[in-house]
T-cell receptor, first 113, second 118 residues
Framework: AQSVTQLDSQVPVFEEAPVELRCNYS??????LFWYVQYPNQGLQLLLK??????LVESINGFEAEFNKSQTSFHLRKPSVHISDTAEYFC???????????FGTGTKLQVIP | EAGVTQFPSHSVIEKGQTVTLRCDPI?????LYWYRRVMGKEIKFLLH????????ESGMPNNRFLAERTGGTYSTLKVQPAELEDSGVYFC????FGTGPLYGNTIYFGEGSWLTVV
């Protein structure tokens, strides 16, 4: 079964500092990976996805993630965070015959002014 | 294009009462999913519809939960009778049907229905 692991439950970081949220996956077949974000008191939003092609994918708000097959990782990075990035971030993988999303346990990013 | 919409956004009910959550998927999306996140825990899959058929309901916690999708459009999730441990956020999601990497592999989520059972 495909799964993802987010080792960090909380990541505090100062504003304008870089951040990396870690995600590792386990899969023996083709893998499709996602990062979702949940801002305070809001629903889940798709941040970025890796389906195929370039291993580096970007979001519109400056986040990027790199699919690394050899390390089975899909870490999320941003070179300079903003207060508005404070949210919970979920790594996810498509499973169940590519019709079901399996989530990691989430990482709370707290940006400190 | 309208996204996945859920109603109600928030609901507070007493233990033993019934609550029905509604989800309207993105138009044309045959796949519809229900997930929930109990407070402080991970987001867990409940079930998956393809059109009006239940494809996978392995995540439904018990028989107090009933999901329907009559006509293959909107879906309802009924909890009857509600228990304290049912409190949490119930997410609905939808996607196009298909298995290719460029078709149907992005699943869009609604904003969730926040249920509090007191």
């Amino acid at each position: 079964a495909q799964s993802v692991t987010q080792l960090d439950s909380q990541v505090p970081v100062f504003e304008e500092a870089p951040v990396e949220l870690r995600c590792n996956y386990s899969s023996s077949v083709s893998v499709y990976l996602f990062w979702y974000v949940q801002y305070p008191n809001q629903g889940l939003q798709l941040l970025l996805k890796y389906l195929s092609g370039s291993t580096l994918v970007e979001s519109i708000n400056g986040f990027e993630a790199e699919f690394n097959k050899s390390q089975t990782s899909f870490h999320l990075r941003k070179p300079s965070v903003h207060i508005s990035d404070t949210a919970e971030y979920f790594c996810a993988v498509l499973s169940g015959g590519y019709q079901k999303v399996t989530f990691g346990t989430g990482t709370k990013l707290q940006v400190i002014p | 294009e309208a996204g996945v919409t859920q109603f109600p956004s928030h609901s507070v009910i007493e233990k033993g009462q019934t609550v029905t959550l509604r989800c309207d998927p993105i138009s044309g999306h045959d796949n519809l999913y229900w997930y929930r996140r109990v407070m402080g825990k991970e987001i867990k899959f409940l079930l998956h519809f393809v059109k009006e058929s239940k494809q996978d309901e392995s995540g439904m916690p018990n028989n107090r939960f009933l999901a329907e999708r009559t006509g293959g459009t909107y879906s309802t999730l009924k909890v009857q009778p509600a228990e304290l441990e049912d409190s949490g956020v119930y997410f609905c999601a939808s996607s196009l049907f298909g298995t290719g990497p460029l078709y149907g592999n992005t699943i869009y989520f609604g904003e969730g229905s926040w249920l509090t059972v007191v």
